[in-house]
Nanobody, 119 residues
Framework: QVQLVESGGGAVRPGESLRLSCAAS????????MAWYRQTPWSQRDLIAT???????????DAVEGRFTISRVNANSMLTMLYLQMDSLESEDTAVYYC?????????WGQGTQVTVSS
């Protein structure tokens, strides 16, 4: 069964760090590029970081380049772990964060994890 479960969000102050995790259950993910997306109440869900299936090539949007690091572990045939290390967090990073394939598969969306950056 395909399932994406995000975790690791929370409330932090500007300049602090968080590490998000995504447990991707299902044998399809280990062959897919995967990505982190984020959404605020006033914006659509945007891709912010993507990584290829092997985990050795990643890209970022300008807003997070140099501050966020995406990584993955293809743990076994049925589980892929995706991570997002977020450093030097800014108030503009406040959003709900989601993981999904890249390009996103509509039926895969999980519940997301809330990140709030505020002083």
């Amino acid at each position: 069964q395909v399932q994406l479960v995000e975790s690791g969000g929370g409330a932090v102050r500007p300049g602090e760090s968080l590490r998000l995790s995504c447990a991707a259950s299902g044998d399809a993910f280990r062959y897919m590029s995967m990505a982190w997306y984020r959404q605020t109440p006033w914006s659509q869900r945007d891709l912010i970081a993507t990584i290829n299936f092997a985990g050795n090539d990643a890209d970022y949007v300008d807003a997070v380049e140099g501050r966020f690091t995406i990584s993955r572990v293809n743990a076994n045939s049925m589980l892929t772990m995706l991570y997002l290390q977020m450093d030097s967090l800014e108030s503009e990073d406040t959003a709900v964060y989601y993981c999904n394939s890249d390009p996103a598969t509509e039926s895969f969306w999980g519940q997301g994890t809330q990140v709030t950056v505020s002083s």
